[in-house]
């Protein structure tokens, strides 16, 4: 009876213990919040000041990607992008991992605390975690999405939040700028539709293909891709027999390989994140000769995919906004930095995901040191700065036009095989398109339908200026 | 037992019940919009879809997996039905799309309750898992209902204003109908109906033997597990402005399963608690400078510490803490230190 009751009283106590924990993380939860935000940032002054050359009010900036759902093994290429222009004006990284983020950062005297956010992919938690960090943790600038459901989802709340400025980390919907047209939501890099052009034109005037049939995950992003495949191959007399649309996360992508006629000229693939090595290993499974049907979307060149991929891919042609074989001394000047700044992440400055971030933060570190880091009129100056900023990025001039949305080069590029002796695939990029923007020469307005399963329809129509037959070569 | 004498235990429980719905009721005034929306607001819709697997668990002994799944088919019919960004093009009135929303969930929560009413233990949660990964993927591939894309900006009724903006009037109908909810389940136990589901829980072939129809019975219970949900629903997509496949994906069923068990699966209140720890956990992790973006491994751990100590969740250690407590006032010796659940109409499961 003694050992119960003594048992009893040692279980009790740790019962109490529990209970005082959840309490405690329950009042944490409630402090936060509730006062204002003076309060909150005195220790991050006190932090950044050991810097000693921050003088100027501390300027808070939320960076979230995707810490879960099928993008979250590029969490660390999102956030090597976002902290690379910080840590090139000084911040040191806490650690190796570009997740743990920077101590020490200051923007024209200003120090920055950085926040951490999440989210998983869908716009339901996108938004909860962008309310999370403007709203409670009080931001000031928002750097984020990642995924395309989730950028049009957070450019809408960004409505309702005029103090903030945000801008898109590489979440790629056409609707995000074309169509929500927040006036506080800036986007430094080219929508899916924008980088698929050439695409079309190079399937039908140097591949030949007349009938293709596309593959896509079933959201916003994969829609925009495809749909500026769609506009340009049809223009210029292509047909698209076929769209299939596998859900966002898929891992057994057979039963939609074998969907696919065995007579089309080829297809396009819009498959992203970690589907891409998923549906290729399975397609040669089950088909073969990979390379010569299959055109690939933005993935396809990330280097992380091309290292699982390997040889399978080779000769695979594709587009996008990053050309991995540039020579430009301020793209390798780039790489060169990323090599010094994060070793684990050498070689990853053409994934979108990092190139997308990096963008970002560059943009908002220009435009900062434009006005000085003064954000006092509820950033008017700040968000004409942004508006007008000409950036010259590493692998081009970036502007935005007047959705605030980026216009940029879209390169055209070949997968080659391994010329530099690290085992993976090399890229070669075949054509520089410049100047893409996002009308698609004309093929998309406010107006049009938004890019979905069945929209824009195969048409005929006027081939964009890049195409053969629109003068472009 | 006199009811209504008031004894050292029940004053130590209904007590701190009475504070806490005090400071639910005066909110407001107390804690920032942001965290009125985000985390009660939210606590307490989740507390409405925990509370309809608690409902099932505790008084019928049915452990369902698609709760979520049935208070998604209230939340995508209320905003196919109404004006929003996607779905069908109809545009109702909000209330009347409401109503149709929650029929719908109670009509699909009978359908499935009849597919279902006739398994047990683990094969009733199979079935009720192959309904949550059923409906995730209807409303993911019927593009005229949803896509992946999910619909956006919902129209909502006037009273629910903008939940960014004006928080306050949907805390109060996600608190009414939380407590509106409570009250109709602890109602509805001491019915004869109610007393047959407990019965159903207890034994059901002896209950075949009295007499009464069992696959209807757990067939109406679905059904009315489905009503509690179909509420949820509705206030999530007022609280979201929209809904999306994701927001009922496995995730969503595993995050009402998670509450329902930390909070106490066999105690109804436990709903409440396990989603207002939730909802603040992962608040307050995520904004843990030191924890950064590990936040979900203290979560995880935090729970799994609950759930290790006390099977009955976070109600089961209050249950112990207040049996002590009160036997201590009392003079008697802890007789009874176990975690375990009072006795009256939630026992521990065998």
């Not at chain 1, 050359?53 to 090597?80: D, H, L, R, S, Y």
């Not at chain 1, 994060?342 to 190139?355: E, H, K, M, R, W």
């Not at chain 2, 751990?301 to 969740?313: A, H, N």
């Amino acid at each position: 009876m003694s050992v119960s009751s003594e048992g009893g009283r040692a279980r009790f106590w740790a019962l109490l213990a529990v209970l005082v924990l959840v309490f405690a993380a329950t009042v944490a939860a409630c402090g936060g919040d509730d006062e204002g935000d003076g309060e909150e940032a005195a220790p991050t002054d006190t932090g950044a000041e050991s810097d000693g050359e921050a003088t100027g009010e501390a300027i808070k900036i939320g960076v979230f990607a995707n810490n879960e759902g099928a993008f979250a093994p590029f969490e660390g290429q999102t956030w090597g992008g976002a902290m690379l222009p910080l840590i090139n004006r000084g911040a040191t990284p806490v650690s190796g991992n570009s997740v743990d983020g920077v101590e020490g950062a200051t923007i024209a005297g200003h120090p920055i605390e950085i926040v951490y956010g999440g989210s998983d992919s869908t716009p339901d938690k996108a938004v909860e975690e962008a309310r999370r960090l403007v709203e409670q943790e009080q931001v000031d600038i928002l750097v984020g999405p990642l995924s395309g459901s989730e950028g049009i989802a957070v450019a809408e709340y960004s409505k309702e939040q005029p103090g903030v400025t945000f801008v898109n980390g590489i979440s790629g919907a056409q609707d995000t700028t074309l169509k929500v047209q927040s006036p506080n939501f800036f986007r430094f890099h080219n929508d899916g539709t924008q980088w698929t052009a050439g695409l079309g034109n190079y399937a039908y005037n140097e591949l030949g293909w007349r009938n293709v049939v596309t593959i896509g995950d079933d959201y916003d992003f994969p829609y925009s891709q495809i749909a500026g495949f769609v506009a340009e191959f049809c223009s210029i007399g292509g047909n698209v027999t076929e769209r299939l649309w596998p859900p966002l996360g898929e891992e057994d992508y057979s039963s939609y390989i074998t969907q696919i006629p065995e007579d089309v000229d080829g297809f396009f693939m819009g498959v992203g994140g970690t589907g891409t090595v998923a549906f290729v290993k399975q397609y040669g499974q089950l088909r073969g000769n990979l390379a010569d049907k299959i055109m690939g979307g933005v993935f396809m060149t990330d280097p992380v995919i091309l290292e699982e991929l390997g040889d399978q891919v080779v000769g695979v042609v594709t587009a996008g906004m990053t050309s991995g074989d540039s020579q430009e001394p301020a793209y390798l000047e780039y790489t060169s930095q990323i090599e010094s700044a994060y070793p684990d992440l050498a070689g990853t400055g053409s994934s979108v995901f990092f190139y997308g971030y990096y963008t970002a933060m560059e943009a908002i570190a220009q435009a900062l040191e434009q006005v000085e880091g003064d954000l006092s009129d509820d950033h008017a100056a700040f968000r004409e700065a942004l508006a007008g900023l000409e950036l010259e990025a590493p692998l081009g001039p970036i502007r935005l036009d007047e959705n605030r949305q980026a216009i940029m080069d879209n390169f055209l590029q070949q997968i080659v095989a391994d010329e530099t002796g690290d085992g993976v695939p090399d890229v070669k990029t075949l054509e520089t398109i410049p100047e893409v923007d996002q009308t698609f020469a004309g093929a998309f307005s406010p107006d049009t339908p938004s890019p979905d399963r069945e929209n824009p329809a195969c048409e005929e129509g006027t081939p964009p200026p890049w195409t053969d037959q629109g003068g472009g070569r | 037992m006199n009811r209504s004498a008031l004894t050292p235990e029940r004053a130590l429980w209904w007590g701190p019940a009475l504070v806490l719905t005090l400071i639910l009721v005066i909110a407001p005034l107390l804690f920032s919009d942001f965290y009125l929306s985000q985390v009660l607001t939210k606590a307490l819709w989740l507390g409405i879809a925990a509370a309809s697997l608690i409902f099932l668990a505790a008084y019928v002994g049915m452990v369902s997996l698609g709760q979520v799944a049935l208070y998604g088919i209230a939340g995508f019919t209320m905003a196919n039905l109404v004006e929003a960004d996607g779905g069908s093009p109809i545009a109702w009135n909000p209330w009347l799309a409401t109503l149709v929303g929650i029929l719908a969930a109670v009509g699909a929560g009978l359908f499935f309750g009849a597919i279902a009413s006739r398994s047990y233990g683990i094969y009733f949660l199979m079935i009720t898992l192959a309904i949550a990964v059923l409906t995730y993927y209807f409303f993911g591939q019927v593009t005229q209902f949803s896509g992946f894309g999910g619909v956006n900006s919902v129209e909502r009724p006037a009273i629910v204003s903008n939940p960014v903006t004006d928080p306050v009037n949907l805390f109060y109908i996600a608190l009414l109908t939380s407590a509106a909810v409570y009250a109709f389940v602890r109602y509805l136990a001491r019915t004869p109906f109610g007393l047959a589901l407990q019965g159903v829980r207890d034994d059901p072939s002896r209950m075949r033997a009295l007499g009464y129809n069992v696959p209807l019975l757990r067939m109406l219970a679905f059904g009315l597990g489905a009503l509690i949900a179909a509420f949820a629903g509705i206030i999530s997509v007022w609280w979201n402005t929209r809904i999306s496949p994701g927001s009922i994906d496995l995730t969503r069923t595993i995050d009402v399963l998670v509450i329902a068990v930390i909070g106490g699966l066999f105690r109804l209140e436990g709903a409440w608690v396990g989603a207002f720890a939730f909802a603040a956990l992962d608040n307050w992790t995520r904004g843990l400078d030191v924890v950064g973006q590990r936040f979900n491994t203290v979560i995880g751990v935090i729970f799994l510490v609950i759930v290790l100590l006390s099977p009955g969740g976070l109600m089961g250690i209050w249950q112990s803490i207040t049996d002590f407590l009160g036997r201590r006032l009392a003079g008697k010796p802890p007789a009874r230190p176990s975690a375990g659940a009072r006795a009256s109409d939630s026992p521990q499961p065998s």
